[in-house]
């Protein structure tokens, strides 16, 4: 059942410009399972919507959630001038989360691009010993549909809509040399002359998957708890995931 309540910030910082991390303490931690989500209410109150922002990391003692988020109008601005300590108005847990119980005795993959790379760290975590055919023709209809979701986010992205914008007006031209009547444009990830994007996010999930592991079984520097290793490196792979898609 969601509920609205308040929670407090553990700490915040900067990722890349634009995007942010933050740690808040919160019961909903107690519930929440890989692929849902929480809204996160402005301080504005003319503002009645609260900001959905995927759950990218839940703590070991599960008294705190981790979302990581891009700046993407006026709600996302004020939370990144938030500090540690400050109390946030939250609604959760939402969403259905990731069909786990399907994944029991599989092997499986983990997929995301750009923004939408987050989630997969909390469920990482929970599918360690996994693994399944990695190219998208061989997905089942629900896991493909993530990947067109997926490949519908990355178009977002004011460069990748520039140069699919750009690919159509060249592709109309030369239709225009010969019929009137020029096909409704589609999305990204319908398109089938660029099917093989949809297999690059699946090989830069697969490559982010592999480098969690590797770097959850290094040895702990000196001075360094597990705990901020694993939160640096994860930060440091999903920075690298974002600017490789």
Known sequence: MKEKQKAVILSQRELAPDIFDMWIETTLAQRAVP???IGVYTRDRSALLPRPISICEVSG??????????IAGKGTAEFSGYG??????ILGVLGNGFPLQEAKGKKVFLMGGGIGIP?????????????????YGYLKPSVKSLVDEIVDELERDERVAAAYN?????????????KDDLPERIPLSQQKEFKRIKNIVIQEAVRLGAQLEQNHAAPTPQNTTAGQRNDNNSSALLFNSMTRL
């Not at 540690?84 to 108005?89: M, Y």
């Not at 750009?166 to 010969?178: A, D, H, Q, S």
Request: hydrophobic share 35%; aromatic share 10%; proline share 2%.
């Open 84 to 89: 540690a300590g400050e109390e946030i108005d």
């Open 61 to 70: 003692d599960r008294t705190a959630l981790r979302i990581v988020y891009r």
């Open 119 to 135: 989630p997969m760290l909390e469920l990482a975590k929970q599918l360690r010993n996994t693994s399944g055919k990695k190219q």
């Open 166 to 178: 750009l690919w159509y007006e060249m592709r109309e031209e030369v239709l225009r040399t010969y």
């Open 35 to 37: 692929g849902q989500f």
